[in-house]
Each structure stands twice: as C-alpha cells, then as structure tokens.
C-alpha cells in the first residue's frame, strides 16, 4: 500500500527551474491527477517520481521507503506513457509477460497474469499481434495491461490520452477509471485537459511555472478556485474575468454594474463569474452590451459580448436567437461572483 | 513521381555505371575466357664461314607481333583459365579425392592449391573480421553513447582513426610494430621469453594479427552505423523498459538490439563485400607466404613480368561469383520481406 509524499521537492537545470518547492502528500487509492499547461511542470515532477528525472532537492517517499536514489524499476511502480513506449518487435502478449519477465516472477504465474491483465483491457482478441498492426487505443490498452500485469504499488500515467481521438478518449477514460476502481491502487495522473482531469480525479493538482496553485477536489476547484490562472483553466469555457472597482458591494466596470456583493472588500478587483451563472434580464440588469458572437453548441448557445474590454461568454438555451449587434442584458446572481486580487490574482475570500 | 521523370533523373548515374562498372565486367569475363599466345618457333640455320651449319630454335619475334595485333586478347581458351591448377584446379581436385591417405591429407593437399589458399583465408577473414568488428563497434557506440557530451567530440575522433588512415599505411605501421624490433614484437618476446619469437614466421600469428588489423580498421564503420542509429531508439520504449525492471543489459537485449537490427543487416552486408575483398594488409605485412587472398592473386597474375590477363580475369570472376553467393541469404531474406511487406 502506498501513500506518496513529496518534500519541497524542486528541479532546476541551471537557471531554469522546472518544478519550485513541491510539497504534497499523496493518499493510498487516491487518484491524483496533475493539471496544467504545456511547460508547468506537471511530467517533471511525475518523472521524479518515477525516478526517470533526478531531484535537484527535496525528498519523495513511496509507502515508508525514502525512494530519492532508488532506480525506477525498485521502486515498485508502473507507468503509461503518451507514445505508449511498447516494444515493436514482441508481440502484445510478449509486451504485457515482458515485466515479469525480467523481474523473474516464477514463469508459472506468467500465463495467468497476462490473461487477467488483457481480459481487464478486453485485449484478449490481439495478444499475437505486434503493437504495429494495433490503432492508438489498442496500443493504449496494451501499456495499461503491461502497467497492471504486475500489480504495482502505484500507477503513473503521463497524458495517456493525449494521441487518441476525441471518441476513443471519452472510452478510455471510463476503462481508466474503472480499472482504478477495480484495483483500487494510488494512480497519479497527469493532463493538460481539464475535463479528464474532473471527471478522473479524487484530488487535483493545479499547476502552473513549476508551482501548485490549488490543490482540492474537483468540486472545489471548479467551485472557489484559489486564482485567477485556476480560475480561467478549470471549466469550459473558462470561468469569465471581468476587471473593475468594486466599492460598498458594488462592483463597476465598463458596460457591467453588479451589486449586493460583499462590502468588506474595496478597490480595484477581478470579478469572477461563470458563462452558465448568467442568466437572461429584461431591464435593469447587471450587464448591458452588444452581442459580439454567438455560437450554436447544440445543447445550448453561447454568446460573447465585450464588457471592460474583456470577452464574456454566456450560455444561453438552445432555441435563443439573436444578431451580432443586439443589445443583451444579463444578471448575475451575487454568490455566483467570484473575487480576486487585482494586482496578485489571488482570491479574495468573503463571507458565503 | 512518373516512370519518365525517376528515369531522366537516373540516367546520368546509369550511364556512368554501365560505362565504369558494367562494361569494364564484360570486358573482364570476355579476357578470361582467353589465354596468352603460345610462342611461335622457328627453325634456324645458322652456317658460319668455318663451323659449319647448325640449326636453332628461335621466338619468332616478327611473327609473334603480327599474331598480338591480329589478337590482342590472346588464344581463346573456353573454361582452361577456370579449371587449370591456378584456379579451380579441376583435375588436381579429382585426382587428390582418388588417391589420398584420409581427410587431413586432402586438406592439406588441397590447402596447397593457390586458389583455395587464397579463398581459404579470405572466407576467415570474412567471417571472423566482420562479426566481431561489428560487436565491438556495437560495443563501442554504446560506450560512447554514455560518456558526458564534454569528452564525446574527442573520443569519436579517435574510435574514427582506424578508418581515416590509409589502409595501407594503417596495415604497415601496425606491421613494423609486430617486427621482432618493433614495439610489439619485442615486447612480445620480453613476455613469453622466447628470443626467437616471430609473428611473422608463424602462419597462424600472422593469420591472426591480419585479423586483428582487420576488425580494428572495421570496427568504426560500424560504430559510426551504430552510434546513429542508437540516437533514434525511442526514448519511451527505453524508459518504459527501465520501468518494468529490466537491468542495462536487458534494455540493450530487448530494446535496443531489436531496434538497431535492420542496420545490422546492412552493415553486415557491406563489411561481407569489403571483406571478401581483403587486400592491402597483405600487402603491408608482407604476407603473402602465409596468407594471400583472391584480390592478392589477381595482384599478383598483374604485377609480375608476364602480365597474365586471363588468369586475373578469371580469379575477378570467381571472385564476383563469390561475393554473389555470399550476399545471397542476405538478399533473398530482404526481398521476401519487401514482397511480405507489400502483401
């Protein structure tokens, strides 16, 4: 069983630094899943977890081991890569035997294991194929039972959707998923779509320049996300970031006037507000602007307006109809603004 | 691209190896078909005033020259060159099998035939040289892989030099170092004690320092083919082995090998040809006595007094007719999985 802890654990080559002071403690079975854009540090710190990346400072324990100069392959876990690093010349069956091939698990077990393994990825079809003439989620699905025919302590999966289609990743993900319930392992995940990363994770980290900007459940960072950068890369769209004034619990901005908000907080500020809180006004309403675009989703509209020179998108239902140029009104409930610091981008925390 | 276009674009290299590769192996199979010319004789008498008459037996220089310019390729001679005691040795083969004292007697007797001595080496070298030159180059560009970029420049160059050098100077220095006053040599004496200790009087030390030259200028091609290819293996597959446990060697055993293996056909297949067609150290150790090799005995039917055409051509033949047969398995196993490919 194994609880993951990281120390202040940091990556720099020379001047760049990859991953600051990462502090975190991983539980057993959860399903952790790193969140952030290209370049924010998220495959490092699995790397060094893995122990395929040294650690410039900083301690990782697995379980009770403290695994900072452990090689990989003695630090009982398993991973899945983006580009699936099968091995071309051996067939799937041979790709899934092979680590307890070169563990030296008695070969006895092997057959059963791999069998056990392909049947929880419904691969049992291709075993004497070679990964060449399997698709991208076949080949996926290899890597996962080469993952779990050994029953490691941990699983790490770098992006292991990221070169599937849109289709085949919505399925795979669901076997992810169930695969993680079924074996009920810690899974440390990493993604830069945030929609895998709510619907996968017990626990979400968000990451950004080789910093954690929010740690939490999915529900906590979609509902008070702790910054502007959380804020703006949770959700689709992303939650709306309005700049203005807010004074005695109004907040003012070009085009937008919203109040009974809280009264404690004065001063330039970001308000936050998502594109399905906004609801359709007749008159007097807290948004008052020509429509910039509107989009037809299918199960809902969207329609973008500029209010203090920033791009709103509200979601509408499926059957409104307007003109670019149409003058909107919109409200917004009060609990469903968010706050933040102009200047640092931080929330700003108020009562409700 | 169209047929015609892929055809004007070759053209240019097809004329030059139909002129400069083509023709010049017709012209050799043709020249080895025929022989010199016998000597004409003739009948002199020559009287002096007081001696009497005495009659010799003269070249006939004149008609010999009329007979040159007539035929410059010599007397047609069919398969003569390919089946007499200089080359296939036919009738000497026959008789041995009927009349010898058991196998090593038809060895030895056979071994003393110039064509199979020859041949006899140059398959030894062949397949002694080339797979061990290739696990060294092996060996060697997976050691270069490792080494921090600071030192990689400098040891490339040097794991090179082998290959840069002239093959002929490489094959003498190396040959006045195994001199019994040369560094090795002399060292050699020193370690076993033995003054008379000489690589070059015994056929199996020089057997085996020619072929210790050979894997050592053979090796860097195969390193350069190695280390090339070792910068495409996938770093996902080498990191995913790391990860299911398996040691160093057997991430080169399953990943890398498997990886690297159709560039080992193809640098078997030409280190085969270019070592089938061992020459020069021969020529530098001087070790003809010892060991010579088909292109040696084309070299030498050339070299001598009497330029012996057709037997060179001959040997040139059998040589091609070597190399085919030794690219055979090679080639046959490419084209069924070309044809497999496409299928």
Not at chain 1, 267 to 283: M, N
Request: charged share 15%; with cysteine.
């Amino acid at each position: 069983m194994a609880q993951i802890r990281l120390k202040n654990v940091s990556k720099r080559w020379n001047n760049f630094i990859g991953v600051d002071n990462f502090n975190l403690d991983i539980a057993d079975q959860e399903f952790l899943v790193l969140l952030g854009p290209s370049g924010c540090g998220k495959t490092t710190t699995m790397r060094m977890i893995a122990g395929l990346e040294d650690i410039t400072e900083g301690e990782i324990w697995i379980g009770d081991r403290l695994v900072n100069k452990l090689e990989p392959k003695d630090r009982d876990i398993s991973m899945v890569f983006q580009s699936y690093g099968l091995y071309p010349n051996m067939t799937v069956y041979e790709n899934i035997r092979f680590p307890l091939k070169v563990r030296k698990v008695p070969a006895g077990q092997h057959h059963e294991r791999v069998m056990a393994a392909s049947k929880m990825v419904e691969l049992d079809d291709f075993l004497q194929r070679r990964p060449a003439a399997l698709s991208g989620g076949q080949r996926q699905r290899v890597a996962l039972a080469r993952a779990i025919v050994r029953e490691p302590n941990a699983f790490l999966m770098d992006e292991p959707l990221s070169n599937l289609d849109a289709k085949l990743r919505v399925s795979t993900r669901a076997q992810i998923k169930n695969l993680h319930h079924t074996l009920k392992r810690t899974t440390i995940y990493v993604t830069h779509d945030q929609i895998e990363a709510m619907t996968l994770a017990d626990r979400v980290v968000v990451m950004s320049k080789g910093l954690i900007q929010q740690v939490g459940t999915p529900m906590e960072i979609y509902d008070r996300p702790a910054n502007t950068f959380v804020a703006s890369f949770i959700g689709s769209p992303a939650m709306n970031l309005v700049h203005g004034e807010i004074h005695n619990g109004v907040f003012t901005g070009d085009h937008i006037r919203v109040d009974g908000l809280s009264t404690q907080v004065n001063g330039p500020v970001t308000l936050g507000f998502r594109a399905e809180d906004a609801v359709l006004a007749d008159s007097n309403a807290h948004i008052e602007a020509p429509i910039y675009s509107v989009e037809l989703l299918g199960e809902a509209t969207m329609i973008s307006m500029r209010v203090a020179g920033e791009l709103v998108s509200i979601k509408v239902g499926k059957d409104y109809r307007a003109e670019i140029g149409d003058v909107v009104r919109v409200n917004i409930a009060p609990s469903a603004c968010h706050l933040f610091d102009r200047s640092t981008g931080q929330r700003i925390a108020t009562a409700g | 691209m169209p047929h015609k276009t892929f055809f004007a674009f070759i053209l240019p290299s097809l004329i030059a190896m139909v002129l400069f590769i083509a023709l010049p192996i017709v012209s050799v199979v043709v020249q080895s078909f025929h022989v010199e010319h016998g000597r004409i004789l003739v009948q002199v008498e020559s009287c002096q005033p007081f001696g009497g008459c005495t009659t010799e037996t003269r070249v006939d220089t004149a008609a010999m020259a009329e007979l040159r310019e007539e035929q410059p390729m010599g007397r047609f001679n069919g398969f003569g060159t390919y089946l007499n005691r200089g080359h296939l040795a036919v009738d000497e083969i026959g008789a041995i099998l009927a009349n010898n004292n058991g196998i090593g007697d038809i060895v030895t007797r056979i071994y003393n035939l110039p064509l199979y001595k020859a041949l006899a080496f140059t398959l030894v070298f062949c397949f002694v040289v080339t797979p061990i030159a290739m696990a060294l180059g092996f060996v060697i560009a997976l050691a270069v892989n490792t080494v921090p970029k600071m030192v990689k420049g400098p040891v490339i160059f040097f794991s090179l030099l082998p290959m840069i050098i002239t093959p002929l100077i490489g094959s003498l220095i190396l040959y006045w170092m195994i001199q019994p006053n040369g560094i090795i040599g002399a060292n050699l004496r020193v370690l076993f004690d033995d003054p008379t200790l000489s690589l070059r009087q015994s056929p199996l030390l020089t057997w085996l320092s020619l072929l210790f030259y050979g894997v050592w200028t053979n090796a860097p091609f195969s390193f350069v083919v190695f280390y090339a290819g070792l910068q495409t293996v996938p770093a996902d597959t080498l990191e995913s082995a790391m990860i299911d446990g398996a040691s160093r060697w057997e991430r080169i055993r399953y990943v890398v090998i498997p990886h690297l293996a159709p560039l080992a056909t193809f640098v078997a297949l030409v280190q085969l040809m270019d070592n089938f067609r061992v020459f020069e150290p021969i020529v530098g150790f001087s070790a003809e006595a010892n060991a010579t090799s088909l292109s040696w005995l084309i070299f030498n039917d050339l070299s001598g007094d009497a330029q012996l055409f057709g037997s060179a051509g001959a040997t040139s033949v059998i040589t091609i007719i070597g190399v085919i047969i030794l690219l055979s398995p090679v080639l046959v196993r490419t084209w069924r999985e070309f044809n497999h490919k496409v299928v």
